[in-house]
């Protein structure tokens, strides 16, 4: 194999080994269709392993594998890198991943995890610092299985406040809550014995559900969860998918890390609703978010569209399966809505473009253990708002300085989607009428 785009989606097209036989990635995931046959030389020999003069040899020409065609867009892969990169340095994180998605029908358009690695020198360390030579075998291994690891998909994290989106959706379905109830938020909510903050210590005082969701504000959330109560939330998780894996086409998909139903207090209800507590994949979160916003759809989020022979007589369309019914579609408009008004003059305004409509939620989760002081800054946007064409979320692990996922988070997806949304033919509208 040979890679003509060197580190481009490394982890999500994987490599193969001397053997030719896929190792991470699409490579292993359809091996079976990419590998072709080799080709043989048949000849006859005596009993000594000789071969015999005079007789013809057989040959028997190589198979070439199959073409895959993959909705991964080398546009969007590429300047979602250049945009992850970015921030990775000017923020100094750990890791940055944008993942780009149809909510429709869910096609993967990018899907980045900087840093990336050469596939063409898949067994070189790309870490700056001290080199290998100094690593035992085993050491060498586990680097290289960590350079290999697609973080999208391997890995599992506290969403945070763009898990509100699902609370609020569990909310709506269940009828605890109308757009126009009131809540107080004085900078906490008591729960049992546990005072649990606000983000904003003096509190936002008076709100409405819409004002909570803009304004991110966890007592608003906490009332909602215990609105809703235990049983009911945990039934929500299964009806949402979000205890099944996604079945994403690469291999090695994590699943949800979440309390059992009968270990779960009013305290640990609390926090799961504001998205602490628990952890999901960032492909989880966005083919979740996805159904929320398509009408109630569960789509499979997916790169494999077609697999073709060179000579045309082999011919394969995947298809993936659906599930409907996951929100109301009144739910679904009123979560379009509510998010559209997050980022028109809430804590995602940082994301709004003058001539589209955008959607979408802030977080800013902190890691485990919490006495580091180490957050995941992250940004889940969809547009245009009333019909979404693309979904993309944003995690920045672990960025120096201002962490607030509205700050600096947010941009880069407003920056992404004002090339990508043009490129995509997605309408544009009046920004008089944005107002």
């Not at 690891?149 to 909310?171: H, L, M, Q, V, W």
């Not at 009013?266 to 979740?288: C, D, H, K, R, W």
Request: some cysteine.
């Amino acid at each position: 194999r040979f890679y003509p785009y060197d580190a481009l989606a490394s982890k999500v097209l994987g490599f193969t080994g001397a053997d030719n036989q896929g190792i991470i990635g699409l490579e292993v995931k359809y091996d079976k269709y990419l590998k072709g046959v080799d080709g043989k030389i048949l000849t006859t020999t005596d009993a000594r392993g000789i071969e015999l003069d005079g007789v013809a040899e057989d040959r028997k020409e190589p198979v070439a594998g199959n073409t895959l065609k993959i909705s991964l867009d080398y546009n969007m892969q590429k300047y979602a890198m250049q945009m992850a990169e970015k921030v990775r340095q000017e923020k100094q994180a750990e890791k940055t991943a944008i993942l780009l998605m149809n909510p429709q029908n869910g096609e993967i358009y990018a899907m980045v995890n900087v840093p990336e690695f050469n596939l063409n020198r898949p067994f070189e360390l790309n870490t700056e610092e001290e080199s290998d030579e100094n690593m035992t075998d085993e050491q060498k291994q586990d680097a290289l299985n960590q350079m290999w690891r697609n973080g999208c998909i391997n890995d599992t994290y506290e969403p945070g406040s763009t898990f509100k989106i699902i609370t609020a959706s569990a909310g709506l379905e269940e009828g605890v809550v109308r757009l126009t109830d009131q809540f107080q938020c004085p900078g906490y909510k008591m729960v049992e014995d546990r005072r649990i903050r606000c983000h904003k210590v003096g509190g936002h005082g008076t709100e409405n559900f819409v004002q909570g969701i803009q304004n991110s504000c966890n007592p608003v959330f906490i009332e909602l969860g215990l609105r809703i109560g235990v049983d009911r939330f945990c039934d929500y998780f299964h009806k949402f998918g979000l205890m099944n894996l996604t079945g994403v086409d690469i291999p090695g998909e994590a699943g949800t890390i979440m309390h059992k139903k009968e270990n779960m207090g009013l305290v640990e209800l609390a926090t799961v609703s504001f998205g602490q507590s628990f952890q999901i994949t960032p492909i989880q979160l966005i083919t979740t978010a996805s159904s929320i916003i398509n009408g109630g759809r569960r789509i499979t989020p997916h790169f494999a569209v077609s697999a073709e022979s060179t000579d045309g007589m082999f011919y394969r369309k995947f298809s993936y399966p659906e599930r409907s019914g996951v929100v109301s579609g009144s739910t679904s408009e009123t979560m379009r809505y509510i998010l559209e008004q997050v980022v028109a003059e809430g804590s995602g305004k940082r994301a709004k473009l003058p001539e589209y409509r955008i959607g979408g939620k802030t977080a800013t989760s902190e890691k485990l253990p919490r006495s580091l002081k180490k957050y995941i800054s992250s940004f889940l946007g969809f547009a245009p708002a009333d019909d979404p064409q693309v979904i993309a979320l944003i995690t920045i692990d672990e960025p120096v300085g201002i962490y607030y996922g509205g700050t600096i988070a947010a941009p880069v997806i407003a920056d992404i989607f004002s090339n990508i949304l043009p490129y995509l033919d997605v309408e544009r509208v009046d920004p008089a009428d944005l107002e």
